[in-house]
């Protein structure tokens, strides 16, 4: 019908549009990527539900492009990935979240733990996770308390299973945290699952989009729940954006929330504990 051919229309459109925009956003990334000035970090609280307390956040990198305005990570996370440059990319996140958080340190300040996004391609190099276990291991030499964490996608322990074991045995030693990202949109199989060395699980958003009214994505997500219960470990809810999702989800038992009904992911300036536990103390 009509709307078919204008579909079509559409995709052709974008597909021949994007192979441009693909390569111009490379050039843009390797000549952001010589000073690092155009990026910057943000961090997102998560709140322990049963408390109402925030002392964690996670780290999301942003690119402000001086021609064309903020592109988003989903896009250029992705490129960097193909053109080889997200090993840098990522040396670059972990450093500035370390120097942020030595500075946190000295001030006492309330974020006590940062998770920071790892890359598929984490798994597909050995020097990656040399890259890591540098950076972490100097940090660590001068006795920081904050708590590094790793947020790795199913996807991509699954893909390298063995490897993945093996990568995430070593850097649990440097005593980071592992949280499993986007959980319940791979493969993995609860067998592996259990033998994983895994601290936490983050329900995908597109579950938690689907919460408390649709039943498919409510029922996965209690089971989630239930399944990171029954293996000892801690689950995050991604993407709450409403107080009945909030609620719902305080009592199912889930351990933290993470979404913009607490609060958008912010500079580090704006960042301000009270306000966003108010938003919880307030509603229960
Ligand atoms: P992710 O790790 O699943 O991060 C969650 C994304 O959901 C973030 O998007 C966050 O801003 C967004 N979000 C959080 N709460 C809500 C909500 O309530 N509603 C909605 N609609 N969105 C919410 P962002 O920052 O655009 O990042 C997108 C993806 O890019 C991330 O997904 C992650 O895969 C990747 N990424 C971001 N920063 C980094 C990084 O430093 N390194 C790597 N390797 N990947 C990164
Ligand atoms: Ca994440
Ligand atoms: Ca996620
Ligand atoms: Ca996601």
Redesign the pocket.
């Known amino acids: 019908g009509k709307n078919e051919g204008r579909d079509r229309f559409i995709v052709y459109d974008d597909s021949l549009h994007s192979d441009k925009r693909e390569q111009l956003i490379v050039g843009s990334l390797r000549r952001a990527m010589t000073d690092f000035k155009e990026f910057a970090l943000?961090y997102?609280p998560k709140i322990a539900l049963a408390t109402g307390k925030v002392d964690q956040a996670?780290?999301?990198?942003r690119w402000n492009h001086p021609k064309f305005g903020f592109i988003?990570?989903?896009e250029f996370?992705p490129l960097a990935e193909k053109y080889s440059l997200?090993h840098r990319?990522?040396e670059w996140?972990l450093k500035e979240t370390v120097a942020q958080m030595e500075i946190w340190k000295k001030e006492d300040y309330f974020i006590r733990q940062v998770s920071?996004?790892?890359?598929a391609m984490h798994f597909r190099s050995e020097s990656h996770n040399m890259m890591i276990k540098e950076i972490v291991h100097h940090s660590l030499k001068n006795g920081s308390e904050l708590q590094l964490q790793l947020?790795i996608t199913e996807t991509s322990v699954m893909e390298n299973l063995d490897r993945a074991m093996t990568m995430l045995g070593e850097l649990k030693q440097l005593s980071l945290t592992i949280a499993l990202?986007?959980f319940g949109t791979g493969l993995s199989s609860l067998t592996h699952l259990k033998h994983l060395p895994i601290d936490i699980l983050k329900i995908d958003?597109s579950f938690i989009d689907e919460v408390p009214h649709d039943e498919r994505g409510t029922a996965i997500t209690e089971m989630i729940i239930q399944l990171a219960k029954s293996l000892g470990i801690e689950v995050v809810a991604?993407?709450?954006?409403t107080l009945e999702q909030h609620l719902f989800l305080k009592r199912l038992g889930c351990d933290y929330g993470?979404?913009?009904?607490y609060s958008?992911?912010m500079h580090v300036k704006d960042l301000n504990q009270q306000a966003i536990e108010e938003t919880v103390l307030n509603v229960g």
């Open positions: 943000v997102q996670e780290v999301l990198i988003s990570p989903a996370i997200i990319l990522t996140v920071v996004n790892l890359s947020e990202d986007d958003k991604e993407g709450v954006e993470q979404g913009y009904y958008r992911p």
